[in-house]
């Protein structure tokens, strides 16, 4: 393994409004904070994979404006490879972000703009990028012809396929979008949308991991918040892996893509899935103790020593 990670998916800007409780429906509040940062899942995860070790290559497509330049500073800050993003006549995309400030818990809308016009044909034309990667990490914030194709070079070369099914589907996954997943890895509400079964236990997380794996995952890593992830493979073996605390929850929002990112950077590096997952686990555990979502994507030495605590 050559270390190599290719990370497609979105970039957007993060506008986060942090308050005493969320609003409700017709509702203003006077907030506490407000900041702008950059974010979108892909470029979250390709960041926690550039900090946990790899060499990240990342795909996407930037409006040609100032967040799509916020976008350039960050990726070149983090030692990141850009040079397969393209640029759309659409502009960046961005995220709303609610945060409840006494909680550290939030709620998103994301508009994802310019890496929505990421189209097959743009994949394809980057298949030798692709296919020289040892892992290939994508996510839902793209088409999902887009994420097909490129998990089906990646799958044709034999490159190591992750899909973080994130955000949550509002209609169900083709089977065959499934099954090019060598590892899936959903959150509880995502399984449970995706199964239509409830993910609150350990076992019922296990029932939904092997609805996933018959519908074609190789194996499910079904991340559990506080409690944890599962590790399930395709013969039915189980793994809990536990959750690491770095200090006091400050903000979740960024604690799922620490976790595929540095999952992605472990296994690249040619590491089994167990200990990729620990690595992951590590990693999403400290991210949660920083604000924002790029910005609290921990470094490989955090992450280890972590580990070894």
């Not at 990240?56 to 993003?85: C, I």
């Not at 640029?87 to 709620?107: C, K, V, Y």
Request: a negative charge; glycine letters at 10%; one cysteine or more.
């Amino acid at each position: 393994m050559s270390n190599k990670v290719l990370v497609m998916g979105s970039f957007v800007a993060d506008l986060a409004f942090r308050a005493a409780r969320l609003p409700a429906w017709g509702e203003t509040l006077m907030g506490d904070s407000f900041a702008l940062g950059p974010g979108g899942k892909g470029s979250n995860q390709a960041v926690a994979a550039a900090r946990a070790g790899a060499q990240v290559r990342f795909m996407s497509k930037l409006g040609e404006d100032a967040f799509g330049q916020l976008a350039r500073d960050l990726w070149r800050a983090d030692g990141m490879d850009a040079s397969l993003v393209g640029t759309s006549a659409t502009p960046t995309g961005a995220a709303a972000i609610l945060i409840d400030s006494a909680r550290g818990e939030n709620a998103i809308i994301v508009v994802p703009g310019a890496c929505f016009t990421l189209t097959p044909n743009d994949v394809d034309e980057q298949h030798e990028a692709i296919q020289s990667a040892d892992v290939f990490l994508t996510q839902l914030e793209l088409p999902l012809d887009t994420v097909q194709r490129g998990l089906e070079i990646a799958r044709a070369a034999g490159v190591i396929t992750i899909l973080n099914p994130a955000p949550a589907p509002v209609s169900p996954l083709p089977d065959a979008l499934i099954a090019l997943a060598d590892y899936f890895i959903p959150n509880e509400t995502e399984a449970a949308l995706l199964t239509g079964l409830i993910v609150e236990t350990v076992e019922q997380a296990e029932l939904a991991a092997d609805s996933l794996i018959a519908r074609g995952a190789r194996n499910v890593v079904l991340t559990l918040g506080a409690r944890g992830s599962l590790l399930r493979t395709a013969g039915g073996q189980s793994t809990m892996i536990p959750s690491f605390t770095a200090g006091p929850v400050v903000e979740t929002t960024g604690a799922g893509d620490a976790f595929c990112g540095a999952f992605a950077a472990a296994l690249a590096e040619g590491r089994n899935a167990e200990d990729a997952a620990r690595f992951a686990s590590a990693g999403a555990g400290i991210s949660v103790t920083r604000p924002g979502t790029a910005p609290s994507m921990p470094q490989r030495a955090e992450i280890e020593t972590l580990l070894s605590a």
